[in-house]
């Protein structure tokens, strides 16, 4: 019994004895263990390594070193592909740079911005996106995402480019006003050689020979007021103020002189008032053209040449229809130069404008039908009135064509050639004699300058082609917005 319980009693204090030896050991590994920090659970399973652990110290060293040659592995990829992504980085940004210089160069800036755009210019039809591969991608493709912000409308007008024609191609914005005022220097010399008499055989003349030499001045500043009905209509009306003087050399017939006289006569005053409604009819856009249609309505507001005196006593060819009278030693002239037609005149056209980078091609098409006058008569020196009947002018075919090629954001220039068709004059129904048809042709020549978006000065030179056509015009015109 003593035996027995002296061994519980060994027993217990072994026991206690490794308890008091644990609690030392639990202390010091909390110790060791940060403050706050919570103790890893202790795995339940381990999962199958490929990596054969690690049986001593060499070995864990080993393996920590061949890890640490293939992190620098990779960050020395990559860095080098870094240095790629930079090399490509510039070698885009220069190639940017050409690009801008070249659309610079050619004056593509100046074109998008004046048509919106290419993506406006194209029309309501016309994407911001690329075009896919086809109808597959475009079905299999995600949704973009919308933009953000609402894009400009598409601007639908034609290009601008330095007017050279009477009509310009670009109709003003709705509700804008333009004022263009504008001057207007004409000059033309003609040569005249009228045969009075008979021959009796080919190349001999029996009679007198009326040589004139006529040079004609025109100066005319006319104010033109342009306004917006919609964004494809407009009206516009033109005031224009006319002087015009004209000198002719020549030798008096009849009187067998051999000395040249020089007579002068000269005008001014209001011209012929014109009003003019424009329409675009279509969206055109790059490689499609635009079409304006438009309609002219010419007055006879300036002094026509029937209200003008006519010098006709002395040289009136119906004095020397039958023989000749020695003591006719007249000019046969107007006394002073009218400043219109004398009749009303109605004129339909249409205005082309195909734009294909870099350059914009226009042109127009237009007949000026000319409405005839009933009881028609002039005003003779010394003589009264004379009375003509029913006068009817030609009327005009024209047709014009030119190209316009922006230099950079402020200049232009364009080139053309406007070529008019005239009818022969008829009185009383009949051909007025000495009246043939003829044709008018000049080449012309202009540039623009752009001062702002609402002002611009504009030049045109016309040089005459045909014998008939001024020698030289020279245009400039100052639209102004507001």
């Not at 202790?42 to 690690?54: K, L, R, V």
């Not at 670009?170 to 220097?185: D, R, S």
């Not at 000198?247 to 006289?261: C, H, K, L, Q, Y």
Request: hydrophobic share 40%; net charge neutral.
């Amino acid at each position: 019994m003593m035996r027995h319980s002296t061994w519980r009693y060994v027993w217990s204090a072994g026991c206690a004895g490794l308890v008091a030896l644990g609690l030392p050991v639990a202390a010091q590994q909390q110790a060791s263990t940060p403050s706050g920090a919570a103790t890893p659970p202790a795995p339940i399973a381990a999962a199958p390594s490929t990596t054969p652990a690690p049986t001593n110290a060499e070995d864990l060293r080993k393996q920590v070193a061949a890890q640490g040659d293939r992190i620098d592995a990779m960050r020395s990829q990559i860095s080098a592909q870094i240095a790629q992504l930079d090399a490509m980085k510039r070698a885009l940004a220069e190639q940017e740079a050409d690009y801008q210089s070249l659309r610079h160069a050619v004056g593509m800036d100046v074109l998008d911005k004046q048509r919106a755009g290419s993506i406006a210019a194209g029309g309501a039809g016309a994407s911001a996106l690329p075009m896919p591969a086809g109808d597959a991608v475009a079905a299999d493709a995600p949704q973009q995402q919308q933009p953000v912000g609402e894009a400009p409308k598409a601007d639908t007008r034609p290009p601008e480019v330095a007017p050279i024609f009477q009509q310009p191609g670009v109709l003003t914005p709705k509700g804008k006003f333009i004022i263009e005022p504008a001057y207007q220097f004409g000059y033309s010399n003609v040569d005249r050689v009228a045969l009075v008499g008979y021959t009796v055989i080919p190349a001999i003349l029996i009679g007198l020979i009326d040589a004139r030499e006529v040079r004609t001045t025109t100066q005319i500043g006319w104010l033109t007021g342009r306004y917006g009905i919609t964004n494809r209509m407009e009206i516009e009306v033109r005031v224009p103020y006319v002087y015009q003087h004209e000198d002719v050399t020549s030798r008096e017939i009849f009187t067998g002189s051999a000395t040249d006289n020089a007579f002068g006569n000269s005008g001014h005053g209001i011209g012929d008032v014109e009003a003019t409604l424009r329409y675009q009819i279509n969206n055109g856009g790059p490689d499609k053209a635009y079409y304006v249609g438009w309609l002219r309505v010419k007055s006879r507001t300036g002094t026509d040449p029937f209200q003008v005196t006519t010098d006709c006593i002395q040289r009136c060819v119906e004095n020397v229809a039958t023989e000749v009278d020695l003591s006719a030693t007249g000019t046969g002239l107007p006394l002073t130069q009218p400043t219109g037609t004398g009749f009303w005149s109605i004129q339909p056209g249409v205005t082309w404008l195909y734009p294909t980078d870099p350059v914009v091609f226009f042109g127009n098409f237009s007949y000026l039908y000319n409405v005839p006058r009933d009881n028609v008569s002039r005003n003779i020196l010394l003589g009264g009135t004379e009375f003509l009947g029913k006068i009817k002018p030609g009327d005009i075919a024209d047709v014009s064509i030119g190209l316009g090629l922006s230099l950079n954001e402020k200049a232009s220039i364009s080139i053309g050639y406007d070529q008019s068709f005239v009818g022969q004059t008829k009185q009383n129904n009949q051909n007025v004699p000495g009246s043939t048809k003829y044709v008018l042709g000049t080449l012309l020549i202009g540039g623009s300058w752009r001062f702002s978006d609402k002002r611009t000065l504009n030049f045109t030179l016309g040089v005459g082609v045909t014998r008939d056509t001024p020698d030289a015009t020279v245009t400039i015109r100052v639209p102004m917005m507001f």
